[in-house]
């Protein structure tokens, strides 16, 4: 596989449940983002991660926990999520974090639905 | 901080008109600028860049000049085509980079 790989594509889930969102790049970068892709709302940035350490944090609730145990693969654990979390949670990488000359390179996103 | 403004949509062409999307940014110095296209179903996937005043990015038929006198980075093409519809971000900063809003383009036959 080639590029920015997130699992699963679609995901629908109760307030009370737990599960976690997967993405892997195979670009040799060293820093990973999550996104959230709300309807009719800007791109919101919520973690950033360079080297395997987290650099930025964007005021996001704590029912969301992201881990990133290599700089290949970074998780986004989900726990007690509320109705107004359905959104687009897209994942990216570029070769470092906080430059402004970087591209990104994004994953497909997983579509999260939350009843 | 940094930011850009990018021009609301949704956006509706004929299919061969010409498209513009603007795009402007607030920052110090020369922020680097990008737009990115996300097709439906997918993830956001870079289409042009520049990276110092004056620099033009083109790719697929799009164009975008950096112009610092206007701190503009407008999105060009001169003929669209129905597989351009698709939603277009600028993105831009220094060392934080920030997206605009998004721009839904929907091209008819």
């Known amino acids: 596989e080639t590029g920015v790989t997130q699992t699963p594509r679609h995901l629908v889930m109760g307030m009370t449940n737990k599960k976690s969102l997967k993405c892997e790049q195979h670009?040799?970068?060293?820093?990973m983002y999550w996104y959230k892709q709300s309807a009719k709302k800007p791109l919101e940035l919520m973690f950033v991660?360079?080297?395997?350490?987290?650099?930025e944090n964007n005021s996001v609730p704590s029912r969301f926990s992201p881990e990133c145990p290599n700089s290949s693969h970074l998780f986004l654990h989900l726990h007690t999520l509320q109705p107004e979390d359905s959104a687009l949670y897209l994942c990216?990488?570029?070769?470092?974090?906080?430059?402004?000359?970087?591209?990104?390179?994004f994953g497909p996103g997983t579509r999260l639905t939350v009843l | 901080g940094d930011s850009v403004t990018q021009m609301e949509g949704p956006v509706t062409l004929s299919e061969e008109a010409f498209l513009t999307i603007n795009c402007t940014y607030t920052?110090?110095?020369?922020?680097?600028l990008f737009w990115y296209v996300q097709y439906p179903g997918e993830g956001l996937q870079l289409l042009l860049k520049?990276?110092?005043?004056?620099d033009k990015g083109s790719n697929k038929g799009f164009e975008a000049t950096y112009r610092k006198e206007t701190t503009s980075f407008h999105l060009e093409k001169g003929s669209v085509q129905v597989s351009d519809s698709a939603v277009y971000f600028c993105?831009?900063?220094?060392?934080?980079?920030?997206f605009g809003t998004g721009t839904r383009l929907t091209i008819i036959p």
């Open positions: 920052a110090t110095g020369y922020p680097s």
């Open positions: 520049a990276t110092k005043a004056d």
């Open positions: 991660y360079s080297l395997e350490e987290r650099v």
């Open positions: 670009l040799g970068h060293n820093a």
């Open positions: 993105e831009g900063g220094n060392e934080k980079l920030t």
């Open positions: 990216a990488s570029s070769p470092r974090a906080q430059s402004s000359y970087n591209e990104q390179f």
